[in-house]
């Protein structure tokens, strides 16, 4: 597995993230990879890079990323995260279902690790402020927790030919975003169960988030307020909404992004 800025932990990082940018991103139909797709003149990655290692802890985050982009991972990751900082970076290939890419990215975590935040890299806007009010939860409970944010438009069931069934009760529903949090020790058994349940045969599917994996195992799942712009790059009009929304944001003064750290941040460690 290669590794970036490897040198001895400056801390002891009990904190780990993993940040999933291994899919195709076939919904937005780019030439590349879709964390490797730019907004605001940066990739989908390198949003989340900068988020994660402007938290004030130290920690270790991995990077799921697609075969055959290790190496240009690992150069964003050299050239954003310098050493000596809070975060250690560590790269790997990512597989062929979302929860795969996960259970590779647990595997890379190193023995210090004791909570585990999961997010993907196609929300590159989410404010540090949902990492922290996640993180928090976690140690709180010691159980699961996902952001979730209201749901705005009205629901609907519906049947096979689309004809309106019933009226969803909104007041019980959120859709839930990421980081996702969670200790590992709970994490790490959970996809060991799915993964083992896997290859008999799972009529329940796949799981879409790393929560239900918990859940189907019997786990508790808290929610703590999520953020819109935490808001998911899936096709082409997300990704125009998220430019003007950063363009918004700095024509008002202010970043999205609460902890975007340059030179000489504070709460980083000296070399
Ligand atoms: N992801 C991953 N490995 C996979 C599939 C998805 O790491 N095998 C990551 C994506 O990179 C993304 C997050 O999981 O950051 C959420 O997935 P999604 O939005 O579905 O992204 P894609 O799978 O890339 O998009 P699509 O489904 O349109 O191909
Ligand atoms: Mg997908």
Known sequence: MPVAGDTALHHVAELGVILVAAGRGERLGASEPKAFVELGGASLLTHGIRTVTSLPHPGQLVLVVPDGHAGEALALADELVPEGLLWQVSVVPGGRERHESVRFGLDALHDTIRTVLVHDAARPLTPASVFERVLNRVHQTGEAVV?????????????ANGTVVSTVDRASLIAVQTPQGFTLEGLAAAHESAQARATVSDVAGAPTDDAEVVQRFGGTVHTV???PLAHKVTTQADLVMLEGTLLHAEANGFAPRSGRHSATPQGRAAK
Not at 147 to 159: C, M, R, S
Request: net charge negative.
């Open 147 to 159: 952001p979730g944010v209201p749901v705005a438009d009205t629901l609907k069931q519906i049947d």
């Open 225 to 227: 307020a999520g953020d």
